[in-house]
């Protein structure tokens, strides 16, 4: 089940994806069209054998595409993709999201600060379906889905194999620690109407369904909104099987494909006057909002020193959330103050020096905050966190009061995965109390010498000892050992396993 530290309350925007387009940005658009029909075209001929077959296809192919890239009167469409990259952007460089303050906060197309913001997303937008293959792919798949019948390999069973491959790509992207943006594709949708959103876990159950963990941002989440979106999936049928944030009357998921993302720099310096600083109706209070967590600020002296202004506070639209611990990597110190604490669980877990600070990330990712806040996150990190010091490939979970050593890949799992496990210096976890190991460890034995035993008796000598027998090598019964490790008597933890190498039977 892995799922990448990614809080959409926090890594996505809080304004939906909902805009208005001027005449040179639907013109901007419209001019992407000739270039992608040509490729689009030939990549569907590429699954037509017969040449005559296709050489009737390819007009009306091109007809049908240039149908739909049309754009329509409508002057409201979609920043999917310009708003899953910029995000991602941030995230990967560490630097805070400007995300606005409530559904409605889009940054306007012209005057102030916010222009530089809905330029950025404008131009990634353009990227996506450029650089990113977006368009020309979905304007491909719209194709196989709509004009070629299955009888010549296409319609939703082609998107169904295209998808299983898709589905391989994007959990290599997820193992790796990258979230990955991907373009949706629906029945019943022209190409424009079609969705990007980026993904950041799935689960995998085995059986030709699982699902993925999304940032969709046509379901902005509020911030204190911590839950995630998911898209469900079935390969099973003949047909993908699917469910998504973004579905609506009169069309389903068909088919989805990983984005050539790349990433670009974000401008920095955003987020204070965009989103930064909250101030909600119940609460006079004034409060910054960094790596998932809500911190008071004392006054306009302080808000000062944190490179806002008063007018740079701004109303979200829900109502004050509890109070919400950093969220898991983030680096945080107190403006007047010189320790840096990473966060893992909630939990403070102080870096001991810059060596230290450039392992998990360096200055740049170290977010500022006001004076005398930080005090509010101590104590032991969240149930069901997993730990692991730098240097020291045991894994803890933390239950209870006390952190205990998983000693196997199943139990790991059990918690979320290896992607789960969080890392911190070297020596911090001798302050949180240790239970018993999962499973216990048991007894230490010694091992038998079962050197020149056949394998009959090897065996029963290895069990009787405690230890699970391995025989490597081929040999027929009476195939004497001829190496073991560990070696003979050697202290061992009973239950290991002891692997002996035959000699051939001749």
Same mark, same amino acid.
Request: charged residues 15%; aromatic residues 8%; glycine residues 12%.
């Given at each position: 089940?892995?799922?990448?530290?990614?809080?959409?309350?926090?890594?996505?925007?809080?304004?939906?994806?909902?805009?208005?387009?001027?005449?040179?940005?639907?013109?901007?658009?419209?001019?992407? @069209?000739?270039?992608?029909?040509? %490729?689009?075209? *030939?990549?569907?001929?590429?699954?037509?054998?017969?040449?005559?077959?296709?050489?009737?296809?390819?007009?009306?192919?091109?007809?049908?595409?240039?149908?739909?890239?049309?754009?329509?009167?409508?002057? @409201?469409?979609?920043?999917?993709? *310009?708003? $899953?990259?910029?995000?991602?952007?941030?995230?990967?460089?560490?630097?805070?999201?400007? =995300?606005?303050?409530? %559904?409605?906060?889009?940054?306007?197309?012209?005057?102030? $600060?916010?222009?530089?913001? =809905? /330029?950025?997303?404008?131009?990634?937008?353009?990227?996506?379906?450029?650089?990113?293959?977006?368009?020309?792919?979905?304007?491909?798949?719209?194709?196989?889905? /709509?004009?070629?019948?299955?009888?010549?390999?296409?319609?939703?069973?082609?998107?169904?194999?295209?998808?299983?491959?898709?589905?391989?790509?994007?959990?290599?992207?997820?193992?790796?620690?990258?979230?990955?943006?991907?373009?949706?594709?629906?029945?019943?949708?022209?190409?424009?109407?079609?969705?990007?959103?980026?993904?950041?876990?799935?689960?995998?159950?085995?059986?030709?369904?699982?699902?993925?963990?999304? !940032?969709?941002?046509?379901?902005?989440?509020? !911030?204190?909104?911590?839950?995630?979106?998911?898209?469900?999936? /079935?390969? /099973?049928?003949?047909?993908?099987?699917?469910?998504?944030?973004?579905?609506?009357?009169?069309?389903?998921?068909?088919?989805?494909?990983?984005?050539?993302?790349?990433?670009?720099?974000?401008?920095?310096?955003?987020?204070?006057?965009?989103?930064?600083?909250?101030?909600?109706?119940?609460?006079?209070?004034?409060?910054?909002?960094?790596?998932?967590?809500?911190?008071?600020?004392?006054?306009?002296?302080?808000?000062?020193?944190?490179?806002?202004?008063?007018?740079?506070?701004?109303?979200?639209?829900?109502?004050?959330?509890?109070?919400?611990?950093?969220?898991?990597?983030?680096?945080?110190?107190?403006?007047?103050?010189?320790?840096?604490?990473? !966060? %893992?669980?909630? @939990?403070?877990?102080?870096?001991?020096?810059?060596?230290?600070?450039?392992?998990?990330?360096?200055?740049?990712?170290?977010?500022?905050?006001?004076?005398?806040?930080?005090?509010?996150?101590?104590?032991?990190? @969240?149930?069901?966190?997993?730990?692991?010091?730098?240097?020291?490939?045991?894994?803890?979970?933390?239950?209870?009061?006390?952190?205990?050593?998983?000693?196997?890949?199943?139990?790991?799992?059990?918690?979320?995965?290896?992607?789960?496990?969080?890392?911190?210096?070297?020596?911090?976890?001798?302050?949180?109390?240790?239970?018993? $190991?999962?499973?216990?460890?048991?007894?230490? %034995?010694?091992?038998?010498?079962?050197? *020149?035993?056949?394998?009959?008796?090897?065996?029963?000598?290895?069990?009787?000892?405690?230890?699970?027998?391995?025989?490597?090598?081929?040999?027929?019964?009476?195939?004497?050992?001829?190496?073991?490790?560990?070696?003979? *008597?050697?202290?061992?933890?009973?239950?290991?396993?002891?692997?002996?190498?035959?000699?051939?039977?001749?």
């Amino acid at each position: 089940m892995p799922t990448l530290a990614w809080r959409s309350d926090v890594d996505g925007f809080a304004f939906s994806n909902s805009w208005s387009l001027d005449t040179t940005e639907r013109a901007g658009l419209a001019a992407l @069209a000739p270039g992608v029909i040509p %490729a689009a075209v *030939g990549a569907v001929g590429l699954i037509i054998p017969d040449p005559i077959t296709l050489a009737v296809l390819a007009g009306t192919l091109t007809v049908a595409a240039q149908g739909y890239l049309a754009l329509g009167p409508s002057p @409201a469409i979609g920043l999917c993709g *310009g708003m $899953a990259y910029t995000s991602l952007d941030h995230w990967r460089a560490k630097t805070p999201l400007p =995300r606005g303050a409530n %559904a409605g906060d889009q940054p306007a197309r012209a005057g102030g $600060a916010p222009t530089t913001l =809905r /330029n950025v997303i404008w131009q990634r937008l353009l990227d996506s379906l450029t650089f990113g293959g977006v368009l020309q792919r979905t304007l491909e798949w719209s194709l196989l889905l /709509n004009q070629i019948p299955a009888w010549l390999g296409g319609g939703a069973g082609r998107l169904l194999s295209n998808t299983r491959t898709e589905w391989s790509v994007l959990k290599s992207h997820i193992d790796a620690g990258q979230p990955w943006p991907i373009g949706l594709i629906y029945s019943g949708r022209d190409v424009w109407d079609q969705h990007q959103v980026l993904v950041y876990g799935y689960e995998d159950n085995g059986d030709g369904t699982g699902l993925m963990r999304v !940032y969709d941002p046509n379901s902005p989440h509020q !911030y204190g909104e911590t839950g995630d979106d998911v898209i469900t999936l /079935n390969f /099973n049928g003949s047909a993908l099987v699917a469910t998504s944030p973004s579905d609506q009357p009169g069309g389903t998921l068909v088919g989805f494909f990983c984005s050539d993302y790349a990433f670009t720099p974000p401008p920095p310096g955003l987020a204070p006057g965009y989103g930064q600083f909250l101030r909600w109706t119940s609460d006079p209070r004034t409060f910054m909002v960094a790596e998932g967590a809500r911190l008071p600020v004392s006054g306009t002296t302080e808000l000062a020193a944190l490179g806002a202004t008063p007018a740079d506070v701004r109303m979200p639209g829900v109502a004050l959330p509890a109070g919400l611990r950093p969220r898991n990597g983030a680096l945080l110190r107190e403006r007047s103050a010189a320790p840096v604490f990473l !966060y %893992a669980g909630g @939990a403070p877990f102080q870096i001991p020096d810059p060596d230290w600070l450039m392992r998990f990330g360096g200055w740049e990712a170290v977010r500022v905050v006001p004076d005398a806040t930080l005090a509010a996150f101590t104590g032991l990190p @969240a149930q069901g966190t997993l730990l692991r010091e730098w240097s020291d490939a045991r894994i803890y979970v933390i239950q209870g009061s006390q952190r205990q050593w998983l000693r196997t890949g199943t139990g790991v799992a059990q918690f979320g995965g290896f992607q789960a496990v969080r890392v911190v210096p070297d020596g911090a976890l001798a302050a949180l109390p240790e239970g018993p $190991a999962i499973p216990p460890v048991r007894p230490s %034995a010694i091992v038998p010498d079962v050197r *020149g035993q056949v394998r009959r008796d090897a065996d029963k000598a290895v069990r009787s000892a405690g230890f699970v027998p391995q025989f490597l090598g081929r040999g027929g019964p009476l195939a004497e050992v001829a190496t073991q490790n560990p070696a003979a *008597g050697a202290s061992a933890e009973q239950g290991s396993i002891v692997r002996m190498t035959l000699r051939i039977d001749i």
